[in-house]
């Protein structure tokens, strides 16, 4: 969405109490303004639709998960913490990010830290197979990068049109079914052939008649 400089001519008082309502949300004047100009005319503007998406996720994160939503570190980013099936649960870092203006929705990063070898060939295996699994019978074009303990799914739009709130149960949807798919592979790992049948499985399971992103 592109954007130009406009001249305002505003009541010395208005602005005042703008300005005091920008530092409480963290905004400058400008999307403070733009803010309260778009909620005047019911537009969503790219921060606006970033902040509805990430609110939804928190409330939808903390219903019943086991998960925990992290503050933003940026307008445009949220994390939720998870802690994986193996000895001594390690804590794993899912990373959402949207971008604005681009031609992709966004991207979703895995992380997990540990030093451990085992469980760093572990996890390498899974992120082999869940691209697999992703290819095979969700979406031909996905695209999924990894690298030792980090895992990177770059979104695309939907094919049809769906509400800001839909979208971000989809995108809860996402890493709630990676984090599930995840634990039953190393809940498993006893015997690997039957931890790789029980993620395929679910997987299919999980993403029938999905929305593809």
């Known amino acids: 969405m592109s954007k130009s400089v406009y001249s305002l001519v505003l009541n010395d008082e208005v602005v005042y109490l703008v300005d005091k309502v920008a530092r409480l949300n963290g905004l400058s004047r400008s999307n403070m303004i733009e803010k309260i100009l778009a909620d005047a005319v019911s537009y969503e503007t790219p921060e606006i639709r970033a902040n509805n998406i990430f609110e939804e996720i928190e409330r939808l994160i903390g219903v019943g998960s086991g998960m925990r939503y992290l503050s933003q570190p940026s307008q445009y980013m949220a994390s939720i913490m998870s802690a994986l099936s193996y ?6 870092k899912y990373s959402v990010e949207l971008f604005p203006n681009s031609a992709h929705l966004g991207q979703l990063r895995v992380n997990l ?17 869940y691209a697999y699994l992703e290819k095979t019978y969700y979406n031909p074009n996905a695209m999924c990068m990894f690298d030792g303990v980090k895992f990177t ?4 739009f939907p094919n049809v049109n769906v509400p800001t709130k839909t979208l971000a149960e989809k995108l809860t949807e996402y890493v709630k079914h990676f984090d599930e798919l995840l634990n039953i592979f190393f809940s498993n ?3 690997e052939r039957l931890a ?3 993620v395929e499985k679910r997987f299919k399971e999980l993403k029938a008649g999905e929305i593809i992103l």
């Open 113 to 129: 830290r540990t030093q451990n070898p085992n469980l760093i060939a572990l996890i390498s295996d899974f992120y082999t197979f």
């Open 153 to 156: 799914r770059l979104f695309n």
């Open 189 to 191: 790992q006893a015997n």
């Open 87 to 92: 000895r001594y649960n390690p804590a794993i």
């Open 196 to 198: 790789f049948a029980l």
